[in-house]
């Protein structure tokens, strides 16, 4: 800002004005933490876990049995994560990598996905594990930072104009850790994944989550990870998101006579798959395929290409 040669008297706001926005700011904070454990929107990482599950116990069609037999073996990184808000307004963000020079880039949409614009995270995050929109203008990031590539969490109140640091929040939100012997952390510590490679977390109510693996099996746990069920296989299954209800997966079957396109499929809490519906011609993805619901809302991103359904994602736009 200019400078001036005229000391000028500091103003002090009226005493209720100062109390008020103190309280309006600390009302969002807390409402970030609590999101920060009970929604996560399709995140995906790269962990190399070491151990074994404890197991416990258009229109829509018929609901199918479980299955538990692994489906795919070849399933590609994901490179993107993304958070819908509503019909119009969501968040995206590349995976990136770490060690590295260039800060990751959260980039906002408020036009259906039309158009992007981009905001270098401030907090020197280069590598992202999750991102969560919580409101239009309120999200968070997990991932590393600085050269020893220290877990962080980040917060922007302002649409990515400015981000905070609030490393304190990691011990309470889900996410799953890069290159940890336990991968899968949740409000209540880390734990074992129920696979050798985890690619996707999605957290629901309470201690509620499912996981998605490299085979295209899907597990879900009850109590905070400590223990898994013994999964569901969904064919081609590529991104995950948590749902009112469930879960969604986003499948890709390249040879599939059913589908020419991506399918989305419901997961129930209870293990019912339930296909919703077929995105047809959409183009086969190579990682970078990403869904995300709120209150019904669903996007479906394959790199700049966006559907949207406004029915829970049985039909698209």
């Known amino acids: 800002m200019p400078k001036t040669t005229h000391r000028r008297r500091r103003f002090s706001p009226p005493k209720a004005l100062t109390v008020a926005a103190l309280v309006a700011f600390v009302l969002v904070d807390v409402a970030l933490v609590g999101y920060a454990l009970t929604r996560?929107?399709?995140?995906?990482?790269?962990?190399?876990?070491s151990a074994m599950v404890t197991p416990s116990g258009s229109a829509s069609p018929a609901p199918t049995p479980t299955s538990t037999a692994p489906v795919d073996s070849a399933m590609p990184a994901a490179t993107t994560y993304?958070?819908?808000?509503?019909?119009?307004?969501?968040y995206r963000i590349s995976a990136g990598d770490c060690p590295?020079?260039?800060?990751a880039q959260l980039e906002k949409s408020v036009d259906a996905g039309v158009t992007w614009s981009a905001s270098p995270i401030t907090t020197g995050m280069t590598d992202v594990t999750r991102l969560q929109a919580t409101e239009s203008a309120v999200a968070f990031v997990i991932g590393e930072s600085g050269e020893e590539?220290?877990?962080?969490?980040?917060a922007t109140y302002t649409s990515?104009?400015?981000?905070?640091s609030y490393p304190e929040r990691l011990a309470v939100a889900w996410y799953l850790e890069p290159e940890a012997d336990l991968p899968v952390h949740s409000p209540?510590?880390?734990?074992?994944?129920?696979?050798?490679t985890p690619v996707s977390l999605a957290s629901a109510a309470g201690q509620a989550a499912a996981l998605l693996c490299s085979d295209g099996m899907v597990y879900?746990?009850?109590?905070?990870?400590?223990?898994?069920?013994?999964?569901?296989?969904i064919d081609g299954a590529r991104a995950l998101a948590a749902s009112d209800g469930g879960f969604l997966l986003a499948s890709v079957e390249e040879d599939s006579s059913d589908c020419d396109g991506v399918e989305v499929t419901s997961l129930g809490a209870d293990g019912v798959v339930t296909p919703l519906s077929c995105r047809e011609g959409s183009p086969v993805p190579t990682g970078d395929l990403a869904v995300s619901e709120a209150?019904?809302?669903v996007w479906l991103m394959q790199g700049d290409t966006v559907a949207i359904s406004i029915d829970g994602g049985r039909t698209w736009n």
């Open 40 to 49: 996560d929107s399709g995140l995906t990482t790269g962990a190399r876990p």
């Open 82 to 90: 993304l958070s819908v808000v509503d019909a119009t307004t969501a």
């Open 100 to 103: 590295s020079e260039t800060p």
């Open 149 to 154: 590539c220290s877990l962080d969490f980040s």
């Open 160 to 164: 990515g104009a400015d981000f905070v």
């Open 188 to 196: 209540t510590g880390s734990y074992s994944a129920p696979c050798d």
């Open 220 to 233: 879900q746990t009850t109590d905070g990870a400590s223990s898994w069920d013994s999964g569901t296989g």
């Open 295 to 297: 209150n019904g809302i």
